[in-house]
């Protein structure tokens, strides 16, 4: 089992940019595919962005392409969205998520809440116009 704590959220004007952090408990944090997800008052929570293992994939929401990386440092069990140009609309809760069950690739797979078997409990990111 693993343990997530997000960090890193704030208020930020548009333009700006903010890194969120992911801490995971235990050493076995290189098993697992990580992802972000959002969820923007009165929406369902969506994907954002998954890395692999090994950080050999990413994939990212169309939404967010170009603007935000996902990115992981193995050593420090630890996972990062760095995101950049924020815009009003990316205002959310962002969580992180942990699955150690192996799919075949990112995408398809590794895009859907159910997937996921672990959550932190999320970093509020407040973008102002």
């Known amino acids: 089992q693993v343990q997530l704590v997000e960090s890193g959220g704030g208020l930020v004007q548009a333009g700006g940019s903010l890194r969120l952090s992911c801490a995971a408990s235990?050493?076995?944090?290189?098993?697992?595919?990580m992802g972000w997800f959002r969820q923007a008052p009165g929406k369902e929570r969506e994907f954002v962005a998954a890395i692999s293992r090994s950080a050999g994939s990413t994939y990212y929401a169309d939404s967010v392409k170009g603007r935000f990386t996902i990115s992981r440092d193995n050593a420090k069990n630890t996972v990062y969205l760095q995101m950049n140009s924020l815009e009003p609309e990316d205002t959310a809760v962002y969580y992180c998520a942990a699955v150690s069950r192996e799919y075949s690739s990112i995408p398809p797979y590794y895009t859907r809440e159910y997937e996921y078997d672990y959550w932190g409990q999320g970093t509020q990111v407040t973008v102002s116009s």
């Open positions: 235990g050493p076995t944090f290189r098993r697992y595919t």
